[in-house]
């Protein structure tokens, strides 16, 4: 761009005497909101990488209503940050940004547009009218000056944009999606995602993806996740939530959180707004969706989705409006654990195949596009370096606690052949043990029992609990059966205490002094699971002496359980 720099970047009007790297060229990033400037961060690094040349500086645009958290997250990712009014007295070579609705200052510099989405496929609220726009597509004005350029990640899409904006042609650039290409270059490294976030091997991950707006998903069924939390059985199945930036934004994590206070209680995993939902999405095993992009990112990748919401702003001929057309509802009034066992069923591979050729075009050469684009406009060559690749995304921090209280449901089978009973457990976090059915699966004789652990801060549901369990193991059995002599000594009202020991096992000590230990088969279990099968066969009358069992979790998995009781060992004196 031609004309004085009477404002130097990043540090200030000096900064060519103490700069150490003195670049070629300043680019300009203009973050408005904390969707579009996550965008930026996550693809500009890919294509900078080792490049001296340039200049990068943010430009802080507060006009947006989704402003907050913006500057929160530049200081937090170490960016250079400056006030939005100077950037009208420097001299950039090249604006980046996400956000179509920037006003750009005056000047001759071009404007790169990246998509924070797939593509325009939302009507939104403009800010300046009382209208709604297309989302994704700039102003006519910067249209005019011929400065802007849209990047796209399908030419159906620069059709698209065309028929709303003829004074888009000849400036959009088809480059693909990196968010996308990252999504398939990272579903080899799935188990160690659901790893990261505490997803057993045998659980499924139920993941609630919701845009913003009243017609989203949680804005029309607010309640649907703690009645999900409280329909799946919670040793099968995990929840998730995916909750657009825009929400977050615009309510902010405290209100967001006591809205979902009895979900998170229940062991929601509450997915952070920035970069953890690209891995935990991949980690999902269904989406629960609406016409967001997310939900689209999931049945390209290969996901089963069901729709719980699909707005009217959703435009037409869209992928995602495509995607409603043969993607099955859910009926979120209706019995959601058989809708996900369905889902998960009746899924085919590649059953969205169509819809992902409709979204993304040439997948896996985004980022090298994008990086042949940006050099151009901004008047470099590209380095010598291989063009870059889609990274693998990086394994998220896990976002849940723990739940401390369950709602217990146990049901008794005798086999008439070996004698043997089965124990079959469906455990209901309790704080949500309101919003499920009476019994669950239509269990016709259910035994049902309150179990918290020794940390639940809710001091009624404490005293109001059959079973205690201790949340850490034992070291030793003396001190399991230490805790246990003293929990049921403070709390009166419970029938059984019990602790796991480090090294294998379960001792669980009954109200009359008697102690059971419990031994399963394969990996180790949360002790409320043994427990709950000792709590079954004493309610039962069956004998807790040498009998064995086999403990159902609820439909995916059997173990094989003995019950021994244990000869009192002399308490230690204390001291």
Known sequence: MSGSRPLRVPVGRDAHRWSTFQGD?????????????????????????????????????????????????????GCR???WDQLGHISPDLILSASENIDVPEGDCPVLVLPH????????????????????????????????????????????????????????????????????????HRAAYRAALGIAEHQHLVMVSSTWGPTSLLGRHPGLL?????????DEYRVGAIIHPNVWSAHGTWQIRTLLASALDAGLLLIPAVHAWRPALVASTVVLGDHGSVTLYGAATGIPVRLAAFGDDAVPGTAVHA????????????????????????HIPHQYAAIAE?????????????????????????PAAPPPRSLVLPVPDPPAAPVTSWQVTTEVLLSEVAGDPAVTVHRTPAAVAAYGPAHPDGSPT?????????????????ESASVLLRSRPAHTAVEARRWIEDTLARLPGSLLAASAVRGGGCLAGLRDG???????????????????????????????????ATLRIGTLRDEDATLRLRSEAPRAPRT
């Open 117 to 188: 989405g797939i593509g325009f496929q939302k009507l939104v609220p403009d800010s300046r009218s009382p209208r709604e726009r297309l989302s994704g597509a700039v102003p006519d004005s910067l249209l005019e000056s011929g400065r802007a350029w849209l990047a796209v990640s399908h030419p159906a899409q620069e059709e698209q944009l065309l028929a709303v904006h003829p004074k888009a042609a000849g400036h959009t650039l088809l480059v693909g999606d990196p968010c996308y290409d990252e999504l398939v270059a990272s579903r080899p």
């Open 25 to 77: 060229r300043t680019l300009v990033v203009a973050a408005r909101t904390v969707t579009s400037t996550v965008r930026v961060l996550e693809t500009l690094p890919s294509l900078l990488r080792d490049d001296p040349r340039i200049t990068v500086v943010f430009a802080h645009d507060p006009t947006s209503a989704f402003d907050s958290g913006v500057l929160d997250l530049l200081h937090a990712a």
């Open 81 to 83: 940050v400056m006030p």
């Open 226 to 234: 703690p009645r999900l939390l409280a329909q799946l059985p919670c």
């Open 514 to 548: 008697r102690t059971v230990e419990v031994t399963v088969t394969g990996p180790p279990l949360d002790p409320g699971l043994p427990t709950a099968l000792v709590y079954a066969c004493l309610r039962a009358g069956l004998p807790l002496e040498d009998t064995r």
């Open 323 to 346: 995607l409603a057309a043969v993607a099955p509802r859910l009926d979120t009034r209706g019995n959601l654990l058989e809708q996900v066992r369905q889902a998960v069923a009746e």
């Open 446 to 462: 259910p035994v049902t029992h309150l179990a918290c652990t020794d940390d639940e801060r809710d001091r009624r549901l404490t």
């Open 358 to 382: 409709r979204a993304f075009a040439d997948p896996g050469h985004a980022l090298a596009r994008l990086r042949t684009a940006l050099y151009h406009l901004i008047g470099l060559p590209e």
